[in-house]
């Protein structure tokens, strides 16, 4: 699959001619595999860590080849590496299950090599064509997710776009995968090829700014929003949207809409008003009824906090929340080791999450 994933990204960059940037479009895509993973020969492997493994080999090369540079973002480096300092010391010091808490900060301390081959390969001027590569990134879990809802299956057979079921992944996690995860009302989700439909949500949000900033570079060139190019864009956005409800993630469509109005009031007004004509705003407004229509019943539901799948839900998320304020309050200087939140929360051990990162974070370290 990672041969087959590169040979399609190679493809697309021979297209733009921008082949120098294959490694970081290749971590790119294989991202949202990152769930396809199992203990092989005493490594946790994924398609997204090979690619990392071959991303970082080209980026060694490209050192060989060329000077070092000074890496932009320094403040991303140092947030990844006073994170990753912390766990060392929260594994050295305080957690319970060291395996456990030493997985975690290996995958920090993959985060922040990505991070650091992303900056030494990729300039200002190739960010365009590396956002397409991230929008491109959401077609195979849109593709899972939709088969996952419309593919009928016989039994307990896999819930999951053919070969995709054939890549390991942890035991705590299959069920999840193949199976598809559900409303109380038999609702199904979409989750794409992630674990969590709640993770899928927010990838798909960040893919719809994503598409919205294209546009606008679009707008800025000059070129008219009801132009050919920007169709793609625009039909590709329509897609995200309906996928995204599909999700029924409250938390989901609360970041994708207060992304949405951050990113207008950064627009600036001579972009809005070339951007919100008369003829888009109906258009727009009566897109949005008739998708409203079609899922309101479900929508609302979800959003009606006296249904019993809404009670449930927040129930849940505020007994996790305060089990972690508890926590914090109980080892404020210490916390509970990394990974240490998962036991106090009758969680399995691969999971440890307090539905906040923040407070899972303060909670643990």
Not at 106 to 116: H, P
Not at 143 to 169: F, H, K, M, N, Y
Not at 218 to 233: C, T
Not at 314 to 323: K, P, V, Y
Request: hydrophobic content about 55%; proline content about 5%; charged content about 10%.
């Amino acid at each position: 699959m990672l041969v087959a994933i590169t040979a399609i990204v190679l493809a697309f960059l021979r297209r733009f001619a921008q082949m120098h940037l294959w490694p970081v479009a290749l971590l790119i895509v294989c991202a949202p595999l990152e769930v396809y993973r199992a203990e092989t020969a005493g490594f946790n492997l994924s398609i997204f860590r090979l690619a990392l493994l071959v991303a970082v080999v080209a980026a060694i090369w490209d050192v060989i080849k060329r000077p070092p540079r000074r890496l932009a973002l320094p403040a991303v480096i140092a947030v990844y590496v006073a994170l990753i300092v912390l766990q060392i010391v929260s594994v050295l010091a305080v957690t319970p299950a060291q395996a456990l808490g030493t997985k975690f900060v290996l995958q920090y301390v993959g985060g922040l090599t990505a991070v650091a081959v992303v900056l030494r390969l990729v300039r200002r001027k190739d960010l365009p064509s590396l956002a397409v590569a991230y929008v491109c990134s959401a077609v195979l879990p849109a593709l899972a997710s939709v088969w996952r809802v419309l593919i009928p299956v016989q039994g307990t057979e896999p819930r999951t776009l053919p070969g995709l079921d054939l890549l390991p992944i942890d035991p705590v996690l299959a069920t999840t995968r193949d199976q598809g995860s559900y409303l109380l009302e038999g609702i199904q989700r979409m989750q794409g090829t992630h674990a969590d439909p709640n993770h899928f949500a927010f990838f798909l949000a960040t893919v719809l700014l994503v598409v919205a900033g294209l546009l606008l570079r679009q707008l800025f060139a000059g070129v008219g929003l009801g132009d050919a190019r920007s169709r793609p864009l625009f039909l590709t956005g329509a897609i995200g949207v309906v996928l995204l409800v599909g999700t029924y993630s409250r938390s989901g469509w609360l970041l994708a809409s207060l992304g949405s109005v951050i990113a207008v009031a950064l627009t600036g007004q001579t972009a809005l008003r070339a951007l919100f004509t008369r003829r888009r705003m109906v258009l727009a407004l009566a897109t949005v009824a008739v998708g409203a229509a079609v899922a309101a019943p479900a929508v609302l539901s979800r959003l009606d906090p006296s249904t019993t799948g809404s009670t449930r839900s927040t129930d849940q998320h505020l007994d996790t929340m305060r089990i972690a304020v508890d926590l914090l309050l109980a080892h404020p200087i210490s916390g509970a080791g990394l990974g240490g939140y998962g036991r106090h929360a009758n969680q399995p051990a691969v999971i440890s999450s307090s539905h906040s990162t923040i407070l899972t974070t303060a909670a643990e370290l």
